[in-house]
């Protein structure tokens, strides 16, 4: 079976860091993308940022680009989205999920079949 579960959100002040894990199974990071998205309270679902093994390339928005980072450890399987620079309107529910392609599409964050329940960021100010 398929799952994605992403870990690691809490609270953390403006300026603070956190890491958050998603931890995949059933599937092979060869075959299919990961991708990140944060839906917050009454706003549109947002992409955060994909990563491909594919062609080795990791897409973020523009909203966190040069603040997170997405790395992998192939041994656990796991992708990391390391957040730095917070800020409150990060603050959201983080999901990782399985995106249909090898690639990352533009729209990647609606073209995903699996994706785990979520992790809280929460960013005071």
């Known amino acids: 079976d398929v799952q994605l579960q992403a870990s690691g959100g809490g609270l953390v002040q403006t300026g603070g860091s956190l890491r958050l894990a998603c931890a995949a199974s059933g599937f092979a990071f060869d075959d299919n993308a990961v991708g990140w998205f944060r839906q917050a309270p009454g706003k549109e679902r947002e992409g955060v940022a994909c990563f491909s093994r594919y062609d080795g390339t990791t897409d973020y928005a523009d909203s966190v680009k040069d603040r997170f980072t997405v790395s992998v450890d192939n041994a656990k399987n796991t992708v990391y989205l390391q957040m730095n620079s917070l800020k409150p309107e990060d603050t959201a529910v983080y999901h990782c999920?399985?995106?249909?392609?090898?690639?990352?599409?533009?729209?990647?964050?609606?073209?995903?079949?699996?994706w785990g329940k979520g992790t809280l960021v929460t960013v005071s100010s």
């Open positions: 999920g399985r995106v249909l392609t090898l690639m990352c599409p533009v729209n990647y964050y609606w073209n995903m079949d699996y």
